[in-house]
């Protein structure tokens, strides 16, 4: 199980749902460490107790960390990574909620 992504239009309506699995969530949270230095990203770290609204400014700073850091994203997850960048980037886009197991 990944973690819930439900997406809502810039009028609070719930517009889709996207789950981003746990084997991305893995691999972008690795023993690295680099997402510790991603404001916004990194309250995504634990996937037990996630549980964030992005919006605004907020959802512009996590778009713009996860872009930044898909240079350590291995190939064979980028188009994932990538598939979870373009549904938090739609101009349809106003609320995003994330949630974990």
Known sequence: MGFDVVLYNQEGGEIGIYEMSESLHNKIFNSKKLWRSYLELRRLSDFYLTNETFSGERLSNLITDLNNYKVYISINKLNEFEEFI?????S???RVHIAGD
């Open 86 to 90: 373009i549904q938090l980037s739609s």
């Open 92 to 94: 349809e886009i106003g």
